[in-house]
């Protein structure tokens, strides 16, 4: 079994690094790519204890970008070397830039009457805290029932607390990767929520212009019909495909390392190789 998307609570997941590690091991994975918003530290607790271990463990990482006023999730791996410092660097600006949206998002919500403070936030997410955290803050403070809740009113773009954040465009963040040694993938396509599937192919194929390397072909949101169209799209445009779970623990209970949402997630062996194969 292979998953190559995954979060631990070095960002908006619950497991640890050692959680996730013993959770891929039990659960029978033999190559797993840790890929954490914005950050490589979950990863890098990971990696003795995931060699002592022998578990595949690749280095991976998730950033939300925009393109054409749209925020699109784009995942890097990085199966050789690990990312060059200026890249690390770079990650460094992107988790302060974090930080500082969530200072101006515990202000918004105070100013529309919640009871909340960057403290409590942080207790959660630590530097990497993101809306998932406040949405949880929100549940168990009553002023919602549901995390979906919490973004609807509150968080997301049309929520009452709405708070911007710098996000990269894609092909800065694109090209960032590529310089660091790393490969760009288009994370859930399905989520892009293009109206066709011309528009889609269009949306994907600009991308590829921006250097975009591979698209995630296998998805806890994909469906046998998405993921049959990601597969040819992938073919013709000569993209490496990608898969994964996208597990983040108890904060999204119906998602299973490895399988995703009953079982809908199988990624084969050789897509690892492929990867691996293509850097350097
Ligand atoms: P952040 O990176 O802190 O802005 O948080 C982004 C994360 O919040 C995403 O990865 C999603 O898990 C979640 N999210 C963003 N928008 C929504 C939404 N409208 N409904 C539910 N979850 C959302
Ligand atoms: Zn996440
Ligand atoms: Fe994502
Ligand atoms: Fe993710």
């Given at each position: 079994m292979v998953d190559l998307h995954s979060h631990t609570d070095a960002s908006d997941g619950s497991d640890t690094p050692f959680e996730l590690v013993d959770h891929a091991l039990r659960a029978g994975v033999k190559a797993l790519a840790i890929t954490d918003h914005d950050t490589l530290a979950g990863y890098a607790a990971a990696k003795p204890y995931a060699e002592e271990e022998g578990l595949d463990l690749l280095c991976g990482i998730e950033l939300s970008t925009k393109y054409l006023g749209q925020t699109v999730h784009l995942l890097g791996y990085f199966p050789g070397e690990e990312p060059s410092t200026e890249f690390q660097d770079w990650l460094v600006e992107l988790q302060d830039k974090r930080r500082d949206r969530n200072r101006r998002l515990v202000g918004n919500l105070q100013r529309v009457g919640v009871d909340i403070t960057l403290g409590e936030v942080e207790s959660l997410g630590r530097t990497m805290a993101g809306r998932p955290h406040f949405a949880s803050i929100l549940v168990k403070k009553k002023y919602v029932k549901t995390m979906q809740e919490a973004f609807d009113k509150y968080?997301?773009?049309?929520?009452?607390?709405y708070t911007e954040r710098d996000e990269v465009p894609l092909d800065e963040g694109i090209a960032r990767m590529r310089r660091a040694g790393g490969i760009p993938v288009i994370a859930h396509p399905v989520r892009l929520g293009r109206r066709t599937a011309e528009e889609e192919a269009e949306w994907i194929e600009a991308a590829v212009g921006m250097g975009m390397l591979g698209?995630?072909?296998?998805?806890?949101?994909?469906d046998a019909t998405a993921v049959g169209r990601y597969a040819r799209l992938a073919a013709r445009l000569g993209l490496l495909t990608t898969g994964g779970s996208d597990y983040h623990g108890a904060y999204k209970p119906d998602i299973r390392l490895g399988t995703g949402k009953n079982g809908n997630v199988s990624v084969p062996m050789e897509w690892v190789a492929r990867l691996r194969e293509s850097c350097g």
């Open positions: 968080l997301a773009e049309s929520g009452r607390a698209l995630e072909v296998r998805h806890s949101d994909h």
